[in-house]
């Protein structure tokens, strides 16, 4: 159940977003998950609504994407994705599932909608 | 108002992470995150392990648990130093839970400090601590089929120890098994068959141990 750690910090930093931008609530937030953090959707929607409670995020819509997993094989120097639905890692020139991951390990606060006050620009 | 931001939600435990990483490098100290299942042998091997490198390698210790200080009480007579974290009700161990057990600490004096994490092989996964190296444990009792059901634990690991190989003549459990999996998923983690009951395969974690120690120390 780590998505209540990740919950926690989507509602501080949409939070301290919404603040900087003097808005009064938080309506929608869009976050983006590595494919490889192990997010289950449904228990981050649980998470976050429990942890919104009581903040400008109370009652937001929380959208979830997923971002792809990229993976750079050590040996062989190749960009690929690993192949997730048969759990591998290995690198499809080489073979080798020696690989640092570039990316599927990030969760992404996108974007923060909010109510009122008029259009500011963008920080 | 829509507004447009682009900023990862970890970033408060990444950046303590980050933090911690300089700290311990500047220590000069091997630092080693222990993850894996409730039972598989984390402080048993600790046990183990500590009195093996000798008063020549000082050893402190961090252990994550929900609840007791039980781990503590084990190893507090080997460890120079042992901090148990109390999580409480959270599954694993985050950057600032270490960089606040970390203050207290002399650096300095220590060789290793090992971080044995909440018994999870979900959660821990997930959270950088600014370790130099992640250690898996995988015992015999959990079965062989737990490398690819917990699959983004065994790729990130840097040694996977197969632990309590002293029963592998008594339960039925493949090692070929693992070791298809592991072909798939990580193939630069040795993966080392271990009993800390007779002694298998200790001296070749204590060789990776040291080796580990010996890149970091040398920068």
């Known amino acids: 159940m780590h998505e209540a750690t990740i919950a926690m910090a989507i509602v501080d930093q949409a939070a301290a977003v919404a603040m900087q931008h003097g808005a009064a609530r938080i309506t929608a937030i869009e976050v983006e998950l590595g494919a490889l953090k192990q997010v289950v959707p449904e228990a981050l929607d649980l998470a976050f609504e429990a942890c919104a409670e009581g903040t400008l995020a109370e009652g937001a819509v929380l959208s979830q994407t997923v971002r792809p997993a990229v993976a750079l094989c050590r040996p062989c120097g190749r960009e690929f994705e690993p192949d997730l639905t048969a759990l591998s890692f290995a690198c499809p020139s080489c073979g080798q599932a020696d690989v640092e991951i570039i990316a599927g390990h990030e969760i992404v606060l996108k974007a923060v909608e909010c109510d009122t006050p008029a259009e500011t620009p963008l920080p | ?219």
């Open chain 2, 1 to 219: 108002m829509k507004i447009h931001v682009v900023e990862s939600v970890l970033k408060a435990n990444d950046a303590v992470a980050a933090a911690i990483r300089r700290t311990l490098q500047q220590a000069g100290l091997l630092a080693l995150n222990l993850m894996s299942g409730p039972g598989s042998g984390k402080t048993t091997l600790l046990e183990k392990t500590i009195p093996l490198l000798g008063p020549r390698h000082p050893c402190g210790v961090l252990v994550g648990d929900l609840q007791t200080t039980r781990d503590a009480e084990r190893l507090g007579d080997l460890a120079v130093h042992t901090t148990q974290i109390n999580t409480g009700t959270g599954c694993h161990l985050s950057a600032t839970q270490v960089a606040e057990a970390l203050a207290g600490l002399d650096l300095q004096s220590l060789a290793f400090l090992f971080i044995e994490n909440v018994g999870n092989m979900v959660c821990p996964a997930a959270f950088d601590l600014g370790e130099h190296r992640k250690v898996v444990l995988l015992s015999v009792p959990e079965g062989d089929d737990k490398v690819a059901k917990y699959y983004t634990l065994f790729q990130q690991a840097d040694v996977i120890l197969l632990t309590k190989v002293d029963l592998l003549g008594v339960l039925d459990f493949r090692v070929d098994r693992v070791r298809e999996d592991l072909a798939r998923l990580n193939t630069r983690a040795p993966l080392i068959p271990l009993s800390a009951k007779t002694g298998e395969g200790i001296d070749e974690w204590l060789a990776w141990l040291h080796a580990q120690r010996a890149a970091i120390v040398a920068g």
